[in-house]
């Protein structure tokens, strides 16, 4: 009974952790956007993922990290990969999406259905990962 | 005569409609029969594909930990629009190749290799440019 009452609990700081980030990155985005720092405007959302990306963490239908482009410069596939790479990066990061249930980095320019994918656990570094958690 | 046959025929009708109603029943329940063995072997296929996905030897202890780091976002956004240009100064900057014989050659391999490393990390490469000031005496 109390373990049930413990994985509900978990289950809604998780949901709570997930929208923060979200909602922590739109905010750096937009200040940085407005600031002049930034000459495209981010933004990321929750999408399903890729079926094939999956790993043992993964949240049903809201597996995927997507940054997406809303205005300003129409982003290069340059600059799309650049963008996924500096994610990809992040350790910190990356070990944080993985944990809370991501588990494909998704970057879309504003216009299009065109973006590119990338599997987190192939990133997460894990054995990095295991010896800091001891 | 007549009604007879009529008789006959009436009796012919309901024996085909009983034949025809039992078919259909066997028919249903071998659909229902098939029905319930594909979702048996999607189920079974989907709990072996979950045994096999990566870090499922990791108990959700271990990760808790990383669910609560604190990420910089504004570093983050930083690294994405102006880490490529400050990477290109700094590694242009302090290029070992500029200190060969120099006291402070082994200082420069140094840096420039924090700098190779960290190329998307816009704070440490502020900080390794403030480094490069100090102990490689440059001016940017």
Known sequence: MWYKIIVIIDWF??????????????????????NGRAPTLLETKITTG???????????????????????KPLERDEMIEIGKVVLDNEELVRKLIALGWDTLEVHDSKGFNGLKWALKKHANIGGYLKQSE | MIPIL?????????????TLNSIWILFWFWLAIIEFAIILFLLIRE????????????????????????????????????????????????????????????????????????KRNFEKLLSLKQRAMNELNLNF
């Not at chain 1, 700081?13 to 407005?34: Q, W, Y």
Request: aromatic share 8%; hydrophobic share 30%.
């Open chain 2, 47 to 118: 709990k072996k594909r979950n045994t096999n996905l990566a870090f499922s030897d990791l108990t959700k202890d271990i990760v808790k930990k990383s669910k609560t780091t604190t990420i910089n976002m504004d570093n983050l956004m930083n690294s994405i629009n102006s880490s490529g240009e400050l990477y290109k100064e700094l590694s242009r900057k302090c290029h070992p190749d500029k200190f060969v014989n120099m006291p402070n050659q082994k200082n420069a391999e140094e840096i420039f290799q924090e700098i190779s490393k960290n």
């Open chain 1, 50 to 72: 890729e079926s094939d990306y999956r790993h043992a963490f993964s949240k049903f239908l809201g597996g995927g990290f997507r940054i997406k482009a809303l205005s300003g």
């Open chain 1, 13 to 34: 700081g998780e949901m709570s952790e997930r929208h923060r980030l979200i909602r922590d990155f739109n905010r750096a985005a937009k200040t940085s956007f407005i």
């Open chain 2, 6 to 18: 009529l008789f006959q025929t009436d009796t012919m009708k309901v024996a085909t409609l009983q």
